[in-house]
């Protein structure tokens, strides 16, 4: 900026000229006319001095907006027409306002902040509201939780006042009944009194009158001859005693008559006489014309025994009635029955209760029960050993587990005993007794499970170090859940270089068998069936899991154990090894063990010793039955040999009806009949595949379709042909089996129409599916099902340029049909579905060939047909719905 004079400045500033020249002496600016140049650094110096006579600081001076306003002149000459020209006067204003940053700055942040402020307090309004409205909804739940709970205590209230309300009524309405019933008895009683007196005085009156007569006809009569005779007779008897008066004899013949015919029977009119004397008096006496018969004064209500099956001829006999009157009863009911038509316990307790008699139910088992009946509380409870059985996958080392435990801890520790396999042994050991089960494998563990025998407390499972996890593995894993039977894990051959106990426990683990150091349940145990090592420390961690579970057991009273093997010995007859269960069987006891029984005469250890007593958790080998029991059969012990001998029999018998009832029992069409209203069902299935992946697919695809109603349980699911441990699995869980693409080999299939398991095979997953959906939801309509109608062995393979592979083969089951549908099976595994091509028998082509015969087997489209090979025919048969 250019330098002003002090006149301009005043002029600027707005103060009188003469004041600015004072200010600016006083501000020490040497200054002294109105046109003297004021430099810009003396403007400062003045504004300076200024602030600091008003007592400001500098900053607080310092204004915080200034506005400069300048005018200019200036004169401008513009063309006034007619070759004059004209000045005009111009002023130019300008002013400028300069605000200091920081003003605005400030104003801005005070801006933001008020912003802020306000954006604050919307957001507290708007918590305070949400809070509000939450309280109103929190406020509004609980009076209504509150209304409901009063709603639901007062109709608890009404209901137990309506059901006391009930209850008083039906105690009033009881009392009343008895006060009735009580008054009616002694009606009843004082009415058979009258009447049994008013008889009473008859009869007298009327022997009195035959007496009467009696006499009045003998005077008359003279005397007969044969008098003497008959005094000789008597005397001749050796008669000591008076001559018994004719009065007398008649007297005592009446008292006879009346007690043969008995004077309960209301049947008989009280003055009716007998033949002879009917005879006797019809010569002497005028006809009454009194009936013979009189109705009964009050109906005869017998006792009726019931068995649990009867046929309406005997149950008429038993009520006394005709038959024609039960089948009208039968009727009445709804049922027709014919007369040797057998009714059950139920309509025959109906029936019975209708003709105004009183049933009395038998227990076709009621010897049975009463002899078998645990002992209520016979005496206290004892620790018993744990019952072992070791399981594992083939070659891991079970025998040789169990013959270094039995060489280890039985032979040497009981002095001059050579085991024996008698099926279990009983090692000691400090801390305690363990009972193991020498049959290694799940096999005779199912099959004992199947027969109802729960003999195993603890499972080993045997796994070998090199090996791993293989199916067997999983199988026992399985069959050991399924039984409820917690595991020890014996890794075995651990002496083996390659040796990896880690994986094991890896591979375990994705089965649910967690070792407690990875926080699981189960304990683990490196061992060596060859060295020994680790031998010492399984035992002591079976005793561990024993001590958890507080095994106990009776020791007194009947004696009840399980057949854990049978056999009949040459010089011994038969030989059963018993496990005692509870209570102490003694030599020379009776035992009944399933169909057999027998006296004890010998007992023996597995070290070949004979005793007279063993306690619970004691196998010992017997001998004295009548036959070999099955294993898993209960042997229990009774006190009547006739009724044990008459039990045998029973049980025979019922075995046969088990067979058939069982054979109806797990079928899968009648899951859905079976179920109770209300019930949870579960279906048990024992899944076998081709494949690993087709059993776990059909397994989880099989377990989702549970519902709230019915679940499905896969209680085993495995790879490979249907055997013998599958069904005795079936069997014991009530499981229906199912082969997918998978065959039951012979002994299975034999198994199978023995025990009446129900078998379904599959080779399309949703079939599978579909069929237990149906089942499940009761829509089970399966129009069609396959059977099996034949089966051929493949003996021999010729192949012909003409035919291609022609499979030689011997019909061994049924019969194969030339139109029928086939399936080629290696090892009981389908391995090819289709056709036939050809059937000849003797280069001749016929329709069908029987069992027992060689034919020629042609398959349409397969060539790779092998010797030992299976071909199975089947049929689609119709099937009705049964439900
Ligand atoms: N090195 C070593 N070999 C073992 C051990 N235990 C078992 N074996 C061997 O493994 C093989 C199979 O043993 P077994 O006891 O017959 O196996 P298993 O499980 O009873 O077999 P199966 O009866 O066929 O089911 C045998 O040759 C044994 O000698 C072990 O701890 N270490």
Not at 346 to 362: C, F, N
Not at 434 to 459: C, E, L, N, S
Not at 586 to 608: F, H, N, P, Q, W
């Amino acid at each position: 900026m250019s330098d002003v004079t002090v006149r301009q400045l005043a002029h600027v500033v707005g103060t009188p000229v003469g004041r600015l020249l004072e200010q600016l002496r006083e501000a020490g600016i040497g200054v002294d006319c109105e046109d003297a140049a004021i430099t810009e650094a003396q403007k400062l110096q003045l504004l300076r001095y200024l602030r600091r006579s008003h007592g400001a600081s500098v900053d607080a001076a310092t204004p915080k907006k200034i506005t400069l306003k300048r005018r200019s002149h200036s004169e401008i000459q513009v063309n006034a027409g007619g070759g004059r020209s004209k000045t005009v006067n111009v002023e130019v204003r300008k002013k400028r306002t300069y605000i200091k940053r920081s003003v605005i700055l400030e104003q801005e942040q005070k801006r933001l902040a008020e912003v802020q402020a306000e954006r604050r307090r919307q957001e507290e309004e708007q918590a305070l509201q949400e809070q509000a409205s939450l309280r109103a909804q929190q406020e509004r739940e609980a009076r209504l939780i509150a209304e409901e709970e009063a709603k639901r205590r007062a109709e608890e209230e009404a209901k137990r006042h309506a059901e006391e309300e009930a209850k008083r009524h039906a105690e009033a309405e009881a009392k009343r009944r008895a006060e009735e019933e009580t008054k009616r008895r002694a009606e009843a009683k004082r009415h058979a009194e009258e009447e049994t007196k008013r008889r009473a005085e008859e009869e007298t009156k009327r022997r009195a009158e035959e007496e009467t007569k009696r006499r009045a006809e003998e005077e008359r009569k003279p005397r007969p001859r044969v008098e003497p005779e008959k005094a000789r007779t008597e005397k001749s008897a050796g008669r000591k005693a008076k001559p018994r008066s004719r009065s007398g004899d008649r007297e005592l013949e009446q008292e006879q008559r009346r007690t043969k015919f008995g004077r309960k029977e209301l049947h008989i009119t009280p003055g009716k006489p007998s033949k002879r004397k009917k005879l006797r008096s019809q010569k002497t006496a005028a006809p009454t014309p009194k009936h013979g018969f009189e109705k009964p004064t009050a109906p005869i209500v017998r006792e009726v025994p019931i068995p649990e099956t009867i046929t309406v001829a005997e149950l008429a006999q038993k009520m006394s009635v005709k038959a024609a009157e039960v089948i009208k009863v039968l009727m009445k009911l709804g049922t027709m029955a014919t007369i040797n038509q057998a009714l059950d316990q139920e309509t025959a307790t109906i029936v019975v209760e209708e003709m105004g008699h009183k049933p009395k139910l038998l227990q076709e088992n009621a010897l049975e029960l009463e002899l078998t009946q645990p002992e209520q509380e016979v005496s206290k409870q004892v620790s018993r050993a744990a019952v072992v059985t070791i399981m594992g996958h083939v070659d891991h080392g079970k025998t040789s587990l169990l013959d270094y435990i039995r060489r280890a801890k039985v032979a040497s520790g009981e002095a001059g005993g050579i085991t024996q396999h008698i099926g279990a042994y009983k090692v000691h050991s400090d801390r305690g007794e363990i009972t193991f089960i020498d049959t290694p494998g799940h096999a005779a563990f199912t099959a004992m499970r199947a027969r109802g025998a729960k003999v195993t407390d603890i499972v080993i499972l045997v796994v070998a170090a090199d090996d791993g996890v293989m199916p067997q593995t999983v199988e026992a894993i399985q069959h050991a859940g399924a039984a409820g039977a917690p595991l020890v894990v014996a890794v075995n051959k651990i002496d083996r270089p390659d040796a990896d106990p880690d994986r094991v426990k890896q591979e375990l683990t994705n089965h649910d068998v967690i070792p407690e150091e990875w926080g699981g349940e189960t304990q683990f145990v490196n061992v060596s069936a060859k060295t020994g090592e680790g031998i010492d420390e399984l035992i002591e961690a079976i005793l561990l899991q024993a001590e958890i579970m507080e095994l106990k057991a009776s020791s007194e009273g009947t004696a009840r154990g399980v057949v854990i093997e049978s056999r009949l010995d040459k010089g011994r007859g038969p030989v059963a090894t018993v496990l005692v269960q509870s209570g102490t069987l003694y030599k020379g006891d009776i035992l009944l063990s399933g169909v057999e029984t027998g006296r004890v005469r010998a007992m023996l250890t597995e070290t070949g010793q004979e005793i007279t007593e063993a306690g619970p958790s004691t196998p010992v080998e017997i001998l004295g039955l009548s036959g070999t029991p099955n294993a898993g059969d209960e042997a229990i012990v009774v006190s009547d040999e006739r009724k044990a001998r008459e039990i045998a029999g029973l049980r025979q018998a019922k075995e046969r009806e088990a067979k058939l009832a069982r054979q109806q029992s797990a079928k899968l069409e009648n899951m859905f009949s079976e179920m109770e209203e209300g019930e949870v069902r579960t279906l048990n299935l024992v899944i076998k595949a081709d494949v690993q992946g087709s059993a776990e697919a059909l397994s989880e695809a099989l377990i989702k379709l549970s519902t709230d109603k019915a679940k499905v349980k896969v209680v085993a699911a495995g790879v490979g042909g249907i055997n013998e441990t599958d069904v005795n699995l079936a069997v014991a869980s009530n499981a229906i089996l199912i082969g997918f693409n998978v065959r039951a080999d012979a002994t299975a299939r034999r198994s199978i129409a023995e025990k009446g398991v129900d078998l379904h095979y599959y080779s399309v997953i949703y079939n599978a599916i579909d069929e237990v959906r149906g089942a499940l939801t009761g829509m089970l309509e399966p129009e069609y099902r396959e059977e099996i109608i034949g089966l051929a062995r493949v003996d021999d393979v010729f192949r012909s340029p003409k035919f291609g592979a022609i499979a030689g083969c011997l019909v061994i089951e049924g019969v194969v049909r030339r139109h029928n549908p086939i399936r080629v099976l290696r090892d009981n595994v389908v391995i090819f579905e289709g056709q036939l091509e050809s059937l000849r028998r003797f280069k001749e082509d016929v329709q069908e060939v029987r069992s027992g015969t060689e034919c020629g087997i042609g398959v349409k489209d397969y060539r790779d047909v092998k010797v030992g090979d299976h071909i199975e025919v089947y049929e689609k048969i119709k099937i009705e719905p049964t439900l």
